[in-house]
C-alpha cells in the first residue's frame, strides 16, 4: 500500500498561472480532504469529499476548486494562482467511521 | 466558533527530561481530540485519538489524556528521535477537523 500519494512535491508558479495538484488513495476511504498549511497559521480545511461524487467547502474554500474523479483520486485545482496562495498543501483520506485521517506527503507551492 | 490552541510554540527539552504538551479547545460536540506527529518536510503522522474526559492513550513514551477543556501530550525520559513539531486537532459534530498550530520540539543529546 502506497498510502495517500501527491504530485507534484514542489512547484512553482507565476500570479495568474493555473494548475491542479494531484491525490491517490489506495485504501479504499470514502472521505477524502485538502488542506493547506502556512507558518504561524496550522492546518486549514480548503474542501473535503465525504464520498465519490460530493465535495463541500472547508474553512478557506476561496480560489481553489475541487474534482473528485472517482473513490481513489481528488484533485485541487488554482484558477489564476496568487502570491497568497503560496503554502504547503497536504491531501488526506479517512475510512467512514474511522479514527483518524492519514496524510500524503506534500505539495509545496510558491506562487512569484 | 471553534478553537484549538497549542502551548508552548517551542519547547527544548535535554534527553531524558520529561515534559508535558498543552492542547486547549473549544469546540461545539467534540466527537474526538486527535494528536498527530509532524516531521520537517512531511505529512502528519496519527499518534492518538481521545473521545471523553478521563481518558488516556499510550505509545512508547508518549501518553495522551483528555478532560472537558484540555488535552495533555507527556512526554517520558524523551530521545532526541522524539525531536518533530506536534500537532492537536479537535473534531466537532459536523466531522471538521480544527488544527492547532503545533508545538515544535527539540530534543537535545
Known amino acids: 500500500n502506497a498510502g495517500v500519494t501527491q504530485t507534484p512535491k514542489f512547484q512553482v508558479l507565476k500570479t495568474g498561472q493555473s494548475m491542479t495538484l494531484q491525490c491517490a488513495q489506495d485504501m479504499n476511504h470514502n472521505s477524502m480532504y485538502w488542506y493547506r498549511q502556512d507558518p504561524g497559521m496550522g492546518l486549514r480545511l480548503i474542501y473535503y469529499s465525504a464520498s465519490e461524487g460530493t465535495t463541500d467547502k472547508g474553512e478557506v474554500p476561496n480560489g481553489y476548486n475541487v474534482s473528485r474523479l472517482n473513490k481513489r483520486e481528488f484533485s485541487l485545482r488554482l484558477e489564476s494562482a496568487a502570491p497568497s496562495q503560496t503554502s504547503v498543501y497536504f491531501c488526506?483520506?479517512?475510512?467512514?467511521?474511522?479514527?483518524?485521517?492519514?496524510f500524503g506527503p506534500g505539495t509545496r507551492l510558491t506562487v512569484l | 466558533e471553534d478553537q484549538v490552541t497549542q502551548s508552548p510554540e517551542a519547547l527544548r527539552l535535554q534527553e531524558g527530561e520529561s515534559s508535558s504538551l498543552n492542547c486547549s479547545y473549544t469546540v461545539s460536540g467534540l466527537r474526538g481530540l486527535f494528536w498527530y506527529r509532524q516531521d520537517p518536510g512531511k505529512g502528519p503522522e496519527f499518534l492518538f485519538t481521545l473521545y471523553s474526559a478521563g481518558e488516556e492513550k499510550e505509545k512508547e513514551r508518549l501518553k495522551a489524556t483528555l478532560t472537558k477543556k484540555e488535552s495533555f501530550l507527556h512526554i517520558t525520559a524523551p530521545k532526541p528521535e522524539d525531536s518533530a513539531t506536534y500537532l492537536c486537532?479537535?473534531?466537532?459534530?459536523?466531522?471538521?477537523?480544527?488544527f492547532g498550530k503545533g508545538t515544535s520540539l527539540l530534543v537535545t543529546p
Open positions: 488526506a483520506s479517512r475510512a467512514d467511521r474511522a479514527d483518524t485521517q492519514y
Open positions: 486537532a479537535a473534531e466537532n459534530s459536523g466531522y471538521a477537523l480544527n
